[in-house]
């Protein structure tokens, strides 16, 4: 008859693929709820959307000396394609990373591992917009602020409640 195993010890047995992929699908869910808060305070307060991951995909694109094809209103369209594709990309590969991260053995308590995520995912979205002179964090005010923070913090208690759900 096989031995019972223990929750830890089953959680043991997931490889180190299974975390990454468990971190995707955790970055992907905390990637939506970044996008609903944004859109929801777009709708409440009637303002437009960030021209920065547009400029952040498009400046990325000089750097690597890479052409965005098309004129006018074409080309245009792929960057307000390609940004969200960008997001999207930022969001699961810090979901990835956490996974990894767990795949390591760390394992905070919820709020730590929700800051811990949402900081990361700060840094992940900002650092390279802030690297490449599209943005100064420091210039912001607090409703600049505000309005980028409270949308990672969605992200990182999502993407660290689907973790968690892993765990169960």
Do not use: C
Not at 97 to 109: E, F, M, N, T
Not at 113 to 130: E, F, S, Y
């Amino acid at each position: 008859m096989p031995k019972r195993t223990s929750l830890g010890n089953r959680r043991r047995g997931i490889s180190t693929l299974g975390w990454a992929l468990r971190g995707a699908a955790a970055g992907a869910a905390g990637t939506t709820a970044l996008d609903a808060v944004t859109y929801l305070d777009m709708a409440v307060r009637g303002r437009g959307a960030s021209s920065t991951p547009e400029d952040t995909v498009e400046k990325l694109a000089r750097t690597a000396h890479l052409t965005i094809p098309g004129d006018g209103e074409t080309r245009t369209n792929r960057l307000r394609g390609l940004a969200p594709l960008a997001g999207l990309a930022t969001g699961t590969g810090v979901g990835v990373l956490g996974g990894l991260i767990r795949a390591a053995g760390y394992r905070p308590s919820t709020p730590v591992g929700a800051a811990v995520t949402t900081v990361g995912a700060l840094i992940a979205a900002n650092g390279p917009m802030t690297a490449l002179g599209i943005t100064d964090p420091r210039t912001w005010s607090a409703v600049d602020w505000f309005s980028d923070v409270v949308p990672h913090v969605a992200y990182g208690l999502v993407a660290q409640g689907t973790m968690r759900a892993f765990d169960r």
